[in-house]
């Protein structure tokens, strides 16, 4: 008889433990052992515990393959669910075999799991890996299953609420209460429950204050502070939550007939000049343009479609030197400048904040990171098996994802969502703009420095979303294409893996809607195509959606700094807009502390929040990918100290890509 020392490891989560009666079978090249009773005591798998028990056989089974495990409830007692992390196993010959789990096990069914050694698809050769293999797809198949929320904007996977979803990518226990909370609890949080019903408008700016007032942060004190001041007005659109617009102005659009007399006074310097010099920038929202806005407590609402122009003053300060609220110059379309009346420019920018904020909700937010995520995820989880190296680097960057964006369907962007109801842009105008915003959208604007070049922003001083994502991408990059190399040795090996095809086409077809313009490739012919687009993937998952998420209740709990909607059309004559009419142009008291308890929830960091580069789960084996891991995560913490060592200079500090602070995975 030969020996097998089998350790099993319960997840430390709650409800993971199991009283069932537990079995084993290992499965080798050279045979197998019985369906083994691990004959344990009630402890032995208690959540965090690690049992470990022995498995004979007659003879030596070789090399191991996989594992069957399962379990049976015991008489009159009730059958529970499990979570093991992980089996250990092992050999007579001295040998050890992982066998990485991390899944709810809930029925008596008997359930593979393969070694954790990464095999591609025409490596795993013997006929046991091949059946598994093909047995774990099929029923994945059937458990992700993708769906058609609206025509024109990509696919999401079916299902009918978040109890539906398959239990491995559910919210924990943990999550789900604090989530559940922070919703329920949100407008009491910020003690704003008296205000929740109020369809009036707000009467002065103080009254907007004392709402203001409790549950701040940091930065949303300085937005309250500073809002109404051209510098930082500039300087969100480098830093604040929507970062993805501005661009270099090359040359000044037919549209927007902006003169040297309108922003340069007694002729100092001219548009052409500082156009060449690089000095000009551009805001450009037509994607906004003819919408339908949205009706909010029975009144018609507004949502222009600027156009903002920027100057690089030579204190490096981003001033915005020209605004034109429609996309169609007319007499009643005037050009505001910082030279009008106060409430003239004010008003001008505060039109131009909730444009922005509609713009970056529904195109930056939830199409470029939410939904794409939820893409890459169903398509793996469909196409790749758990013992692929691909499902082993991606698995941890769709943490959530597909729960969140479930919540999302049904809860802000339904036909009752908050959203809906008291965003300028929600019901038919929402769909609109995600189709134009999926049909605009390309590949290299996916790539953060392919988007910089390509919007000409290299040299922006004080930019440091360009400088932290850069970093962060160059990071990434070496990690993806250090574990991509080691298993991938040639363009060959890419072009011949069926999965890795299927998992990218899948991709092209249901993420993008087979549309080539957008230059997302439809198959992978080099290790380097393949390492930049799970860079895009695994950047797009993290660091994209942290820079464009985490800042809401900074940059929009103060609500004239990103109005979810105006309800007054913008002035079509300069010098008759004064503070009344300002405030009756703000949205409503209830949609205001709707909006403000929707952002607070969306920017709240879970207990379980999951940093970047952490990998609880360990589902490498080998050692070199181990190693590269390791690497990794020291690179971050790198970065992460030059990022607080830089940001005790600034007025303003950007914290948004410290990797502290960015999450693993679209999470909230």
Same mark, same amino acid.
């Given at each position: 008889?030969?020996?097998?020392?089998?350790?099993?490891?319960?997840?430390?989560?709650?409800?993971?433990?199991?009283?069932?009666?537990?079995?084993?079978?290992?499965?080798?090249?050279? #045979?197998?052992?019985?369906?083994?009773?691990?004959?344990?005591?009630?402890?032995?798998?208690?959540?965090?515990?690690?049992?470990?028990?022995?498995?004979?056989?007659?003879?030596?089974?070789?090399?191991?393959?996989?594992?069957?495990?399962?379990?049976?409830?015991?008489? /009159?007692?009730?059958?529970?669910?499990?979570?093991?992390?992980?089996?250990?196993?092992?050999?007579?010959?001295?040998?050890?075999?992982?066998?990485?789990?991390?899944?709810?096990? =809930?029925?008596?069914? @008997?359930?593979?799991?393969?070694?954790?050694?990464?095999?591609?698809?025409?490596?795993?050769?013997?006929?046991? *890996?091949?059946?598994?293999?093909?047995?774990?797809?099929?029923?994945?198949?059937?458990?992700?299953?993708?769906?058609?929320?609206?025509? *024109?904007?990509?696919?999401?996977?079916?299902?009918?609420?978040?109890?539906?979803?398959?239990?491995?990518?559910?919210?924990?226990?943990?999550?789900?209460?604090?989530?559940?909370?922070?919703?329920? =609890?949100? /407008?009491?949080?910020?003690?704003?429950?008296?205000?929740?019903?109020?369809?009036?408008?707000?009467?002065?700016?103080?009254?907007?204050?004392?709402?203001?007032?409790?549950?701040?942060?940091?930065?949303?004190?300085?937005?309250?502070?500073?809002?109404?001041?051209?510098?930082?007005? *500039?300087?969100?659109?480098?830093?604040?939550?929507?970062?993805?617009?501005?661009?270099?102005?090359?040359?000044?659009?037919?549209?927007?007939?902006?003169?040297?007399?309108?922003?340069?006074?007694?002729?100092?310097?001219?548009?052409?000049?500082?156009?060449?010099?690089?000095?000009?920038?551009?805001?450009?929202?037509?994607?906004?343009?003819?919408?339908?806005?949205?009706?909010?407590? #029975?009144?018609?609402?507004?949502?222009?479609?600027?156009?903002?122009?920027?100057?690089?003053?030579?204190?490096?300060?981003?001033?915005?030197?020209?605004?034109?609220?429609?996309?169609?110059?007319?007499?009643?379309?005037?050009?505001?400048?910082?030279?009008?009346?106060?409430?003239?420019?004010?008003?001008?920018?505060?039109?131009?904040?909730?444009?922005?904020?509609?713009?970056?909700?529904?195109?930056?937010?939830?199409?470029?990171?939410?939904?794409?995520?939820?893409?890459?995820?169903?398509?793996?989880?469909?196409?790749?098996?758990?013992?692929?190296?691909?499902?082993?680097?991606?698995?941890?960057?769709?943490?959530?994802?597909?729960?969140?964006?479930?919540?999302?369907?049904?809860?802000?962007?339904?036909?009752?969502?908050?959203?809906?109801?008291?965003?300028?842009?929600?019901?038919?105008?929402?769909?609109?703009?995600?189709?134009?915003?999926?049909?605009?959208?390309?590949?290299?604007?996916?790539?953060?420095?392919?988007?910089?070049?390509?919007?000409?922003?290299?040299?922006?001083?004080?930019?440091?979303?360009?400088?932290?994502?850069?970093?962060?991408?160059?990071?990434?990059?070496?990690?993806?294409?250090?574990?991509?190399?080691?298993?991938?040795?040639?363009?060959?090996? @890419?072009?011949?893996?069926?999965?890795?095809?299927?998992?990218?086409?899948?991709?092209?077809?249901?993420?993008?809607?087979?549309?080539?313009?957008?230059?997302?490739?439809?198959?992978?012919?080099?290790?380097?195509?393949? @390492?930049?687009?799970? =860079?895009?993937?695994?950047?797009?998952?993290?660091?994209?959606?942290?820079?464009?998420?985490? *800042?809401?209740?900074?940059?929009?709990?103060?609500?004239?700094?990103?109005?979810?909607?105006?309800?007054?059309?913008?002035?079509?004559?300069? #010098?008759?807009?004064?503070?009344?009419?300002?405030?009756?142009?703000?949205?409503?008291?209830?949609?205001?502390?709707?909006?403000?308890?929707?952002?607070?929830?969306?920017?709240?960091?879970?207990?379980?929040?999951?940093?970047? #580069?952490?990998?609880?789960?360990?589902?490498?084996?080998?050692?070199?990918?181990?190693?590269?891991?390791?690497?990794?995560?020291?690179?971050?913490?790198?970065?992460?100290?030059?990022?607080?060592?830089?940001?005790?200079?600034?007025?303003?500090?950007?914290?948004?890509?410290?990797? =502290?602070?960015?999450?693993?995975?679209?999470?909230?």
């Amino acid at each position: 008889m030969v020996k097998y020392e089998v350790t099993v490891s319960t997840g430390d989560r709650i409800y993971a433990a199991t009283f069932n009666n537990v079995y084993i079978k290992l499965v080798g090249t050279e #045979g197998e052992s019985e369906h083994q009773w691990l004959m344990s005591f009630a402890t032995s798998f208690n959540r965090s515990a690690v049992s470990t028990f022995t498995v004979s056989c007659p003879v030596s089974i070789g090399k191991l393959i996989l594992i069957e495990l399962d379990k049976q409830c015991l008489l /009159l007692f009730p059958e529970d669910n499990w979570f093991p992390d992980k089996v250990e196993v092992k050999s007579p010959e001295g040998d050890t075999y992982n066998f990485p789990i991390y899944r709810w096990i =809930t029925d008596s069914e @008997v359930h593979f799991f393969r070694e954790g050694t990464a095999l591609k698809v025409y490596d795993d050769i013997h006929p046991l *890996g091949q059946y598994s293999r093909e047995k774990e797809l099929k029923q994945r198949e059937k458990d992700y299953r993708w769906d058609v929320y609206v025509e *024109g904007i990509p696919h999401c996977m079916k299902a009918e609420g978040p109890l539906s979803l398959p239990l491995e990518v559910r919210f924990s226990f943990t999550k789900t209460t604090e989530f559940y909370f922070t919703a329920a =609890t949100g /407008l009491a949080e910020l003690q704003l429950e008296g205000l929740a019903d109020c369809k009036e408008k707000w009467t002065d700016i103080d009254a907007i204050s004392r709402a203001f007032s409790c549950n701040r942060t940091v930065m949303s004190d300085y937005v309250h502070k500073h809002w109404k001041e051209d510098a930082f007005f *500039g300087y969100q659109y480098l830093n604040g939550v929507n970062p993805m617009l501005i661009r270099r102005c090359t040359a000044l659009p037919k549209n927007f007939p902006v003169t040297d007399g309108m922003v340069f006074l007694q002729g100092q310097c001219s548009l052409a000049d500082e156009i060449k010099k690089g000095n000009i920038y551009l805001c450009d929202y037509k994607r906004l343009d003819g919408l339908e806005a949205n009706i909010i407590n #029975g009144k018609k609402q507004y949502l222009m479609a600027p156009l903002v122009l920027f100057h690089k003053t030579p204190d490096d300060a981003l001033m915005p030197i020209a605004i034109q609220l429609k996309q169609t110059p007319a007499d009643d379309n005037p050009i505001f400048l910082p030279t009008d009346s106060e409430y003239d420019w004010l008003t001008a920018k505060i039109f131009v904040r909730s444009a922005d904020f509609n713009e970056h909700q529904l195109n930056v937010h939830l199409l470029r990171t939410h939904l794409l995520a939820e893409v890459f995820a169903v398509s793996l989880l469909r196409n790749v098996p758990a013992v692929h190296p691909l499902y082993k680097l991606l698995i941890p960057h769709t943490r959530y994802t597909l729960q969140i964006n479930n919540m999302a369907r049904l809860l802000l962007i339904s036909k009752t969502g908050v959203f809906t109801e008291f965003a300028a842009s929600g019901g038919e105008a929402l769909i609109t703009v995600l189709k134009r915003s999926l049909s605009s959208l390309t590949y290299s604007s996916l790539c953060i420095q392919d988007d910089i070049a390509e919007r000409g922003l290299e040299g922006v001083p004080n930019f440091h979303y360009r400088d932290d994502g850069l970093r962060l991408w160059k990071i990434i990059h070496r990690f993806v294409e250090g574990v991509l190399s080691y298993y991938y040795k040639d363009d060959a090996e @890419v072009q011949k893996d069926s999965e890795l095809q299927k998992w990218i086409l899948d991709i092209f077809e249901q993420g993008f809607l087979s549309q080539a313009d957008t230059g997302i490739p439809q198959s992978f012919t080099t290790v380097a195509g393949l @390492v930049k687009f799970v =860079t895009m993937a695994i950047f797009t998952c993290s660091a994209q959606h942290a820079a464009v998420n985490s *800042g809401q209740f900074d940059y929009g709990g103060w609500m004239p700094n990103a109005p979810t909607s105006l309800q007054l059309p913008p002035p079509t004559t300069k #010098g008759k807009t004064s503070e009344d009419t300002m405030l009756q142009t703000l949205p409503d008291v209830n949609t205001t502390v709707h909006g403000m308890s929707t952002l607070w929830l969306l920017s709240r960091q879970s207990s379980d929040f999951v940093p970047l #580069g952490d990998y609880p789960e360990d589902y490498f084996s080998e050692k070199i990918p181990c190693k590269l891991i390791k690497d990794f995560q020291g690179a971050l913490e790198v970065l992460s100290v030059k990022i607080k060592v830089r940001n005790r200079s600034l007025d303003v500090p950007y914290t948004y890509l410290d990797p =502290t602070e960015v999450e693993n995975s679209v999470a909230v």
